[in-house]
C-alpha cells in the first residue's frame, strides 16, 4: 500500500489524496507532525532524495523564520535533528510506495507517471 507523508492541512497534500482516491489507488496518510518520521527513515528519504538539503522546503515560512544558524546544518545528525523538531519543513507530501521507492511533491502528470495511468 501506498503512504503519504504530509501534513493534513497542507493544501498539496489535499490534491494528492483526493488524485489518489480519483484513481483508485489505496493508500494511508501519516501526518508527520503527529507521527514523525525516525531518524533513520530520515537517512532513507534522503537517500533516495537527493540529499537532506532536497528534502527541505526553502521557500516555506518555518524555514524563513529558522534561526541563521540553524539554516547551515552541515551534518547528517544536524539535519535529522532539524527535521525532527521541525517536520513542517519536509517538501510534501512524500510518497512511500509498497516496493520502498520514495519522492516528493505532487502533480497530476508525475502521480500518473508515478502510478502507471495513462
Known amino acids: ?3 503519504i507523508h504530509g501534513l493534513k492541512n497542507c493544501d498539496t497534500c489535499k490534491k494528492a489524496r483526493k488524485w489518489l482516491d480519483r484513481f483508485g489507488v489505496e493508500h494511508r496518510f501519516v501526518d508527520y507532525r503527529d507521527d514523525k518520521p525516525t531518524p533513520e527513515t530520515l537517512v ?4 533516495q532524495l ?4 532536497a528534502m527541505v522546503n526553502k521557500s516555506s515560512t518555518t524555514w524563513r523564520q529558522l534561526p541563521d544558524n540553524r539554516k547551515g546544518a552541515a551534518s547528517d545528525a544536524e ?3 532539524l527535521l525532527r523538531e521541525y ?3 519536509i517538501r ?3 510518497v512511500v510506495t509498497d516496493d520502498g521507492t520514495v519522492t516528493q511533491g505532487f502533480s497530476d502528470n ?3 507517471k ?3 495511468i495513462a
Open 44 to 47: 532513507a528519504w534522503a537517500g
Open 50 to 53: 537527493g540529499g537532506f538539503e
Open 79 to 81: 539535519w535529522k535533528l
Open 92 to 94: 510534501r507530501p512524500v
Open 110 to 112: 508525475g502521480f500518473k
Open 1 to 3: 500500500m501506498t503512504t
Open 87 to 89: 517536520p513542517q519543513l
Open 114 to 116: 508515478r502510478f502507471g
